[in-house]
């Protein structure tokens, strides 16, 4: 079993859907929380980051992390077409900079 | 952009050969880590150096290596290449060393755009 489970999709929304996008992990030390966004044939760009549990929001982005069940969101709210990419999520346990990925969830969102 | 670079963009090469993939790291930025990025597992932590020093291992074979030069610019070696070894190669930087109670670092490392490794 992956530490960090990630549901694939392809996912395909309507523009001005919201979007949940979620994982899963299993090491109860991972305190940190990340999400990146990665677009075709480019590197990986760092959306959200919290740390332990609880919400954080920027402009259409929400994350949210809930470690007593293991499970962190990412909700992309009014989407738009430049939206569609892979959206990783990333985590780390304290005093470390090891970054375990999630194998990603393509997201594409049509006008 | 995220000031990290990395060449070359493509490599293609056949099985048994070697490779050595280069990255420059952002400027200030001490630490640099190197990915795997594969269909099938994901995006996968191979390496940090921390201004020339080895910090932490992860899925890294032995048929590869890195090291970290004085001017903080890195090389990735991939050897005794294998099909399996086809994928994307990321290099990512950050200001951090990690590794030390209290210091949060983890959300400061950015990507390059990475090397698109071919082996036939």
């Known amino acids: 079993q992956k530490e960090v489970e990630q549901d694939p999709g392809p996912l395909s929304v309507p523009e001005g859907a919201i979007v949940s996008l979620n994982c899963t992990y299993s090491n109860s030390a991972f305190q940190y929380f990340m999400w990146y966004r990665q677009y075709s044939r480019k590197g990986p760009e760092l959306l959200m980051y919290?740390?332990?549990?609880g919400n954080k929001e920027d402009g259409r982005f929400t994350a949210q992390v809930d470690k007593s069940s293991k499970y962190i969101s990412l909700f992309i709210r009014d989407s738009q077409p430049s939206d569609s990419a892979t959206y990783l999520c990333a985590m780390s346990p304290y005093n470390t900079d090891k970054l375990i990925f999630g194998t990603g969830t393509r997201l594409q969102v049509f006008p | 952009d995220s000031g990290v670079t990395q060449t070359p963009k493509h490599l293609i090469t056949a099985t048994g050969q070697r490779v050595t993939l280069r990255c420059s790291p952002r400027?200030?930025?001490?630490?640099v880590y190197w990915y795997q990025q594969s269909l099938d597992q994901g995006l996968q932590f191979l390496i940090q150096y921390y201004n020339g020093e080895e910090r932490a291992k992860g899925n890294i074979l032995e048929r590869f290596s890195a090291q970290q030069f004085p001017d903080l610019h890195s090389e990735l070696n991939l050897s005794s290449l294998e099909l399996g070894d086809s994928a994307l190669y990321f290099c990512a930087s950050s200001v951090a060393k990690g590794s030390q109670p209290g210091y949060v670092s983890a959300e400061t490392q950015y990507f390059g755009p990475g090397t698109r490794l071919l082996v036939l």
């Open positions: 400027s200030g930025d001490l630490s």
């Open positions: 919290t740390y332990s549990s």
